[in-house]
């Protein structure tokens, strides 16, 4: 196990508002979302891989994923990618741990 738990890499499960707050702040602020071939400009936020920010409806077709050279990915050891249509770290996790758990 890392440092981080399985599913909650961000550790939100544990955190108050405020400190939840801060950390979306600072996903969305170093993110490279902005930069990525399949970004959309005027998207409202970036830093889809956090649980609260949420997929693009922007967005309509992926393209190159740069997620696992962002430097969010690196630092909370995430594992997934096009977060930007797929849904966040979490959801992700969630569907494949929920899959394995139905023997899917």
Sequence with gaps: MS???RLDRFGV???D???YERKQAYVIKNCKCPSCPTFVPG???????FPSIGTSDNIKAEKDCICNTCPVYKEYELNHTFYCTRCSQVCQALKIEGAAAHGN
Excluded: N, R, V
Excluded at 43 to 49: M, S
């Design 13 to 15: 499960m544990d955190i």
């Design 43 to 49: 998207d409202a936020l970036t830093g889809y891989c």
């Design 3 to 5: 440092k981080y738990d």
């Design 17 to 19: 508002k405020e400190e």
